[in-house]
């Protein structure tokens, strides 16, 4: 455990000295403030949309960053030839990808630390409340939701030839997912044999990353979700990764490292 | 240069003069460009006032779409979320909710707008109805929280409608929906008459604006004379408008439903101002188009049966 931890801390230090959670947070900052100035009917307690704006932001950063820093992790260790010499030390390979994993998705809980922090402060200019437990349950889901991701990017870092067609996969399926995910089913009606089985096959195997996703309750101030739906939206989220986990150790033990 | 061979010095005289000439010719390219594009972006304009503004310009036709998918999202919000995609049965809000509430806009609404959803289909589709909204209300009604002190939430619609206003200034529903919910809900008349105004700069003599605009007049400054002056301009654009359209692209529906909504209006108007037989005259005309013309008939009745009074005086209630 000691051995992930360090290694871990080596994938946090690595990516807090990239700039691109540094300008994403910057260029979302700037988007928001622009957008909450605008003059509505001289109504300022207008907010809804400000917050609908920032959350799509911080969505879309958090995939962006999740996903271009978990596809560069192995290719860039092979690259500079720091992977055997890391692999010659008392470290497995599981436990070289359960560092990766871990170092990647901490820095994804601590981007969102900051995403969410901004995104209360913003709201609580024009609200003049704290919906903390709200905050909590969709920061959480959101984590949750980026293990996921990172543990399918790992895997898929592992299958493809270079970080860049990972990314671009990666965040092809990530945003179907989100987008069609939940219509997958009725879109499985409308097709003939065999199309149907197969699409429907997706549908339950793949993981329902719209689960995690609480915009709409947050933006429109829905009451809390019952918390045990929330536990199990977790139980759900963790079964994915450790699947994705296995998959990509299982793919990391027979891949030829030199 | 100190520290440096002659060969190095050479180089970076070179370089330096290579960097001016291009960034030389990338300013007369630029120039040209400018001097290009300027007649024909005024031929554009000219030829097409669509594109006199920026939106217009950037964006072409497709600024409807954009236009008509944020008024969408305004409706969306006042459903706080809950909301058909195209997956789902949309025929409860063919017509958005926020225009069809104002009474201003006829709605082509069918069926249940609580159940589009249906039945949960599998534990997936069940389990994820837990993190979406998934109950119907209104914002104007207290909203998820159904507490009706909240109810000048209904604001939160508003800049997706100003944006929706400004991509396409051409949208009638657009500036109805706004004002109505300006001047009702959010007790804003003068802004409701500004986008009102704003509305006929764009669509001079349009009939549901000049219908909303009385509205205005009437029902939140009291001013008769000038609601009834407003109204009957509006039956005489509705009539010249339906007359100038060709058979085939006649939407008699709509029509109907707005000579209706303006004549009953009238009727309304002339009964507060004790003209009982302008009022009748009115209520008359309002029958032939109204789809309940039995109730009018009875209105009618009652006006007919009640003693002389004469004009000016208040109507007995």
């Known amino acids: 455990m000691r051995t992930i931890c360090a290694l871990a801390g080596v994938v946090i230090k690595e990516l807090y000295r990239r700039k691109d959670f540094y300008v994403l947070f910057v260029i979302t900052i700037i988007i928001c403030l622009v957008m909450g100035s605008m003059n509505v009917f001289n109504d300022n307690e207008i907010v809804r949309y400000i917050k609908d704006i920032a959350l799509l932001l911080i969505w879309i950063s958090s995939l962006v960053i999740a996903i271009t820093a978990t596809a560069r992790q192995i290719p860039a260790e092979k690259e500079n030839r720091t992977l055997l010499p890391l692999l010659a030390k008392p470290l497995t390979r599981t436990q070289l990808i359960l560092g990766k994993f871990f170092g990647c998705w901490a820095v994804c809980g601590l981007m969102l630390v900051c995403f969410y922090l901004f995104f209360g402060l913003l709201s609580a200019t024009r609200e003049h409340q704290w919906p903390l437990l709200h905050y909590l349950q969709a920061a959480s889901l959101h984590w949750v939701m980026l293990g996921v991701v990172i543990s399918f990017t790992l895997l898929g870092s592992l299958v493809f030839a270079a970080p860049s067609s990972t990314s671009t996969?990666?965040?092809?399926?990530?945003?179907?997912?989100?987008?069609?995910?939940?219509?997958?089913?009725?879109i499985a009606l409308s097709l003939s044999e065999p199309w149907r089985s197969i699409v429907y096959a997706i549908y339950y195997a793949m993981p329902h990353l719209e689960f995690f996703d609480m915009r709409n309750l947050i933006i429109h101030d829905w009451p809390l979700v019952e918390w045990k739906y929330i536990g199990l939206a977790v139980l759900y989220g963790f079964a994915y990764i450790v699947v994705f986990l296995a998959a990509a150790c299982l793919a990391f033990r027979r891949k030829p490292v030199n | 240069m100190p520290g440096f061979s002659t060969q190095a010095r050479?180089?970076?005289?070179?370089?330096?003069?290579?960097?001016?000439?291009?960034?030389?010719?990338?300013?007369?390219?630029?120039f040209g460009l400018a001097a290009d594009l300027g007649p024909r972006l005024q031929a554009i304009e000219s030829a097409h006032p669509r594109y006199d503004n920026f939106y217009g310009i950037l964006l072409g036709?497709?600024?409807?779409?954009?236009?008509?998918?944020?008024?969408?999202?305004?409706?969306?919000?006042?459903?706080?979320?809950?909301?058909?995609?195209?997956?789902?049965?949309?025929?409860?809000?063919?017509?958005?909710?926020?225009?069809?509430?104002?009474?201003?806009?006829?709605?082509?609404?069918?069926?249940?707008?609580?159940?589009?959803?249906?039945?949960?289909?599998?534990?997936?589709?069940?389990?994820?109805?837990?993190?979406?909204?998934?109950?119907?209300?209104?914002?104007?009604?207290g909203g998820p929280t159904d507490d009706l002190s909240k109810s000048h939430e209904v604001a939160e619609i508003l800049p997706w409608l100003k944006i929706a206003a400004e991509l396409d200034p051409e949208n009638i529903q657009t500036y109805v929906v706004t004002a109505f919910w300006l001047?009702?809900?959010?007790?804003?008349?003068?802004?409701?008459?500004?986008?009102?105004?704003?509305?006929?700069?764009?669509?001079?003599?349009?009939?549901?604006?000049?219908?909303?605009?009385?509205?205005?007049?009437?029902?939140?400054?009291?001013?008769?004379?000038?609601?009834?002056?407003?109204?009957?301009?509006?039956?005489?654009?509705?009539?010249?408008?339906?007359?100038?359209?060709?058979?085939?692209?006649?939407?008699?529906?709509?029509?109907?439903?707005?000579?209706?909504?303006?004549?009953?209006?009238?009727?309304?108007?002339?009964?507060?101002?004790?003209?009982?037989?302008?009022a009748i005259a009115h209520w008359r005309l309002a029958k032939t188009v109204s789809p309940s013309p039995a109730a009018i008939q009875k209105h009618i009745d009652e006006l007919t049966q009640k003693p002389w009074i004469p004009p000016g005086s208040p109507f007995p209630r």
């Open chain 1, 169 to 186: 996969i990666c965040f092809v399926v990530a945003a179907g997912i989100l987008l069609v995910g939940r219509y997958l089913d009725r």
């Open chain 2, 10 to 30: 050479k180089l970076t005289v070179t370089a330096a003069r290579t960097y001016f000439l291009a960034l030389a010719a990338f300013f007369i390219l630029a």
């Open chain 2, 61 to 141: 036709d497709s600024r409807d779409l954009f236009a008509n998918q944020f008024f969408v999202e305004a409706d969306v919000y006042y459903h706080s979320g809950y909301y058909p995609t195209i997956f789902d049965q949309t025929k409860a809000f063919e017509t958005p909710h926020i225009a069809a509430d104002t009474g201003d806009v006829a709605s082509h609404n069918q069926g249940e707008e609580t159940t589009f959803m249906g039945p949960p289909r599998d534990w997936i589709d069940a389990f994820g109805r837990h993190f979406v909204p998934d109950r119907h209300t209104h914002l104007d009604e």
């Open chain 2, 183 to 278: 001047r009702t809900r959010l007790n804003q008349p003068g802004e409701a008459l500004e986008v009102l105004r704003s509305g006929l700069r764009n669509n001079p003599g349009n009939p549901e604006l000049l219908f909303e605009l009385g509205r205005v007049y009437f029902e939140n400054y009291h001013n008769i004379p000038r609601a009834r002056e407003i109204w009957e301009a509006g039956v005489r654009m509705l009539k010249q408008q339906v007359a100038a359209e060709p058979a085939g692209a006649r939407n008699d529906f709509d029509n109907r439903f707005l000579l209706d909504q303006l004549e009953s209006n009238l009727g309304q108007l002339e009964e507060q101002a004790g003209n009982f037989n302008a």
